[in-house]
């Protein structure tokens, strides 16, 4: 059998899809260079587990002639690999563009000069449709809810208002991915991602909010929230996006050349200060916060409506809050993996 290649494949998503694939006894193509914390312990967790079907390229997208390398008679492609901060992007913007605009064009043109070209699912983000100012909102409790209670959540059929230069280079990269389907005839589909948490999430970025947030409160350590804490995410354990990662490829023969939102929807869906409290239920004392200014574009209020994929391939989330925060705690604890605590602030994504 031929690889399924994984581009930033030692990340949290990339480490999850990995160790499905290859527990199912297909050999898997690792691409990362390896610059994020924590990823040098997945790799080495996937090594030992699943041994020789793991292969291993250390390299960077912004390396064309390695991602040609890698692409080179592989099966099937994820791109995970990017510039994952809004607040990275705002300080290097340039770097934030070359990594995830430049790094997805240096891997469709690879695909495209394959003989066969391998199909490529590729991960955006609900940046793309900018801070959202236009849903009216009102104050319930501790989150936010829209005023428009028909509302299920934000449909593909938004116009993307990229906001940030981490959202301008996801938002480019994310049209190119689609354009490669329409212009040269690839097989490709993107993923605009809410909040996705679970395993192997090490909580050092702005994306990994959540495993944060429970890291600090483990430790016993403070967290700082920008904003008032109301703002809302729609919450996908890693596991159920991985189902719907290996369901995207099979059915790339009908969905090819579209975008879903993807997230965990209106039933997963809480405010900062509500995952506050329930990480308080889990660690029996009450995590200490304190609050900071609103960050540059934050959504107030995202929630995916993520039906058309659920129509499309049957696609639901299985996992809820509470069971994924507690799995999530879980493996916190045992895997004696918990990251140095270099920061105490973060914001959802």
Same mark, same amino acid.
């Given at each position: 059998?031929?690889?399924?290649?994984?581009?930033?494949?030692?990340?949290?998503?990339?480490?999850?899809?990995?160790?499905?694939?290859?527990?199912?006894?297909?050999?898997?193509?690792?691409?990362?260079?390896?610059?994020?914390?924590?990823?040098?312990?997945?790799?080495?967790?996937?090594?030992?587990?699943?041994?020789?079907?793991?292969?291993?390229?250390?390299?960077?997208?912004?390396?064309?002639?390695?991602?040609?390398?890698?692409?080179?008679?592989?099966?099937?492609?994820?791109?995970?690999?990017?510039?994952?901060?809004?607040?990275?992007?705002?300080?290097?913007?340039?770097?934030?563009?070359?990594?995830?605009?430049?790094?997805?064009?240096?891997?469709?043109?690879?695909?495209?000069?394959?003989?066969?070209?391998?199909?490529?699912?590729?991960?955006?983000?609900?940046?793309?449709?900018?801070?959202?100012?236009?849903?009216?909102?009102?104050?319930?409790?501790?989150?936010?809810?829209?005023?428009?209670?028909?509302?299920?959540?934000?449909?593909?059929?938004?116009?993307?208002?990229?906001?940030?230069?981490?959202?301008?280079?996801?938002?480019?990269?994310?049209?190119?991915?689609?354009?490669?389907?329409?212009?040269?005839?690839?097989?490709?589909?993107?993923?605009?991602?809410?909040?996705?948490?679970?395993?192997?999430?090490?909580?050092?970025?702005?994306?990994?909010?959540?495993?944060?947030?429970? +890291?600090?409160? $483990?430790?016993? #350590? !403070?967290? *700082?929230?920008?904003? &008032?804490?109301?703002?809302?995410? @729609?919450?996908?354990?890693?596991?159920?996006?991985?189902?719907?990662?290996?369901?995207?490829?099979?059915?790339?023969?009908?969905?090819?050349?579209?975008?879903?939102?993807?997230?965990?929807?209106?039933?997963?869906?809480?405010?900062?200060?509500?995952?506050?409290?329930? +990480?308080?239920? $889990?660690?029996? #004392? !009450?995590? *200490?916060?304190?609050? &900071?200014?609103?960050?540059?574009? @934050?959504?107030?209020?995202?929630?995916?409506?993520?039906?058309?994929?659920?129509?499309?391939?049957?696609?639901?989330?299985?996992?809820?809050?509470?069971?994924?925060?507690?799995?999530?705690?879980?493996?916190?604890?045992?895997?004696?993996?918990?990251?140095?605590?270099?920061?105490?602030?973060?914001?959802?994504?």
């Amino acid at each position: 059998m031929n690889p399924v290649l994984i581009t930033g494949g030692a990340g949290f998503i990339g480490t999850n899809l990995a160790h499905r694939l290859l527990s199912d006894g297909r050999p898997v193509l690792v691409l990362d260079n390896l610059s994020r914390p924590g990823v040098r312990q997945n790799l080495r967790w996937l090594r030992d587990t699943h041994g020789s079907r793991l292969r291993i390229e250390v390299a960077d997208v912004r390396n064309a002639a390695a991602v040609r390398q890698a692409v080179a008679g592989c099966e099937q492609v994820f791109h995970f690999a990017a510039q994952v901060a809004v607040t990275t992007s705002l300080g290097e913007p340039r770097e934030d563009f070359e990594i995830n605009a430049m790094g997805t064009l240096n891997l469709l043109e690879a695909i495209r000069a394959q003989p066969i070209p391998p199909p490529l699912v590729f991960t955006s983000t609900n940046k793309v449709y900018g801070a959202l100012e236009d849903i009216g909102l009102r104050r319930q409790n501790r989150r936010y809810v829209p005023v428009d209670d028909g509302l299920a959540g934000v449909s593909e059929a938004r116009s993307l208002d990229c906001h940030s230069p981490y959202g301008c280079s996801k938002g480019a990269a994310d049209q190119y991915v689609l354009d490669y389907a329409r212009s040269y005839g690839l097989s490709t589909m993107v993923f605009r991602m809410s909040c996705i948490y679970g395993p192997h999430q090490h909580g050092t970025e702005d994306q990994g909010w959540v495993a944060h947030f429970l +890291i600090r409160a $483990l430790a016993g #350590r !403070p967290i *700082t929230i920008y904003g &008032d804490g109301r703002q809302v995410r @729609d919450l996908l354990f890693v596991e159920d996006l991985v189902e719907a990662l290996l369901l995207a490829q099979r059915h790339m023969p009908t969905e090819s050349g579209q975008a879903f939102n993807i997230g965990g929807g209106p039933a997963n869906a809480v405010s900062l200060l509500e995952v506050i409290e329930a +990480i308080a239920r $889990l660690t029996d #004392r !009450p995590p *200490t916060t304190t609050f &900071d200014a609103w960050r540059l574009g @934050d959504q107030r209020y995202y929630v995916s409506d993520s039906g058309r994929f659920a129509h499309a391939t049957g696609w639901r989330p299985t996992v809820g809050v509470p069971e994924g925060l507690s799995r999530l705690a879980s493996w916190l604890k045992e895997s004696g993996r918990m990251p140095a605590l270099a920061a105490n602030t973060v914001g959802p994504s």
